[in-house]
T-cell receptor
Framework: DTGVSQNPRHKITKRGQNVTFRCDPISEHNRLYWYRQTLGQGPEFLTYFQNEAQLEKSRLLSDRFSAERPKGSFSTLEIQRTEQGDSAMYLC?????????????FGPGTRLLVL | GNSVTQMEGPVTLSEEAFLTINCTYT??????LFWYVQYPGEGLQLLLKATKADDKGSNKGFEATYRKETTSFHLEKGSVQVSDSAVYFCALHSYSGSARQLTFGSGTQLTVLP
């Protein structure tokens, strides 16, 4: 069990550019989550996958944001036409499909800075 | 909707002092409650959890008891160490349809001085 990994760890981009982040969950975890964390705040939920199906999306996930998990393993989060307000830490988490098991295991995050 | 309110920081303590970080929640149904810790430069790590009323979660000397009557899940440690310096987040999970998200508090920064 190598834990949840995220790449890149840091990304600096110019306003208007597109960025894509990757998350590799713990193997055999079929649930995968994306959160956003701004400075001084707790993580806020963005979206949730069970296997390859995206089952839930937050109102925070505007049309510029899209997430995929094509084979039910890794996931990507893309932000199109980035804005300065998108600057944040993007966290990925995974959890197993076990009854009563709601513990989510987090990756180290991708810190995005939009200039 | 669900919400978590945490004691505002930052909190600064001397080594071996007693720690309490308050957490109260609002939720539908019967939530599970969590404390996560974020050390400098690292990701969120689960510290402890409780899944039903009166359960006590404990780990690394930290404890928290799920109090349904006061909707609270306060974090305590009897004797803090410098290595406990981190940001602590209270969180809840409550089923609502297919929702499986965690709802977090805003975090409490703890600094322990030698």
């Amino acid at each position: 069990d190598t834990g949840v990994s995220q790449n890149p760890r840091h990304k600096i981009t110019k306003r208007g550019q597109n960025v894509t982040f990757r998350c590799d969950p713990i193997s055999e975890h079929n649930r995968l989550y994306w959160y956003r964390q701004t400075l001084g705040q707790g993580p806020e939920f963005l979206t949730y996958f069970q296997n390859e199906a995206q089952l839930e999306k937050s109102r925070l996930l505007s049309d510029r944001f899209s997430a995929e998990r094509p084979k039910g393993s890794f996931s990507t989060l893309e932000i199109q036409r980035t804005e300065q307000g998108d600057s944040a830490m993007y966290l990925c988490a995974s959890s197993p499909r076990l009854a009563g098991q709601e513990t989510q295991y987090f990756g180290p995050g991708t810190r995005l800075l939009v200039l | 909707g669900n919400s978590v309110t945490q004691m505002e920081g930052p909190v600064t303590l001397s080594e071996e002092a007693f720690l309490t970080i308050n957490c109260t929640y609002t939720a539908t149904g019967y939530p599970s409650l969590f404390w996560y810790v974020q050390y400098p430069g690292e990701g969120l790590q689960l510290l402890l959890k409780a899944t039903k009323a009166d359960d006590k979660g404990s780990n690394k000397g930290f404890e928290a008891t799920y109090r349904k009557e006061t909707t609270s899940f306060h974090l305590e440690k009897g004797s803090v160490q410098v290595s406990d310096s981190a940001v602590y987040f209270c969180a809840l999970h409550s089923y609502s349809g297919s929702a499986r998200q965690l709802t977090f508090g805003s975090g409490t920064q703890l600094t322990v001085l030698p």
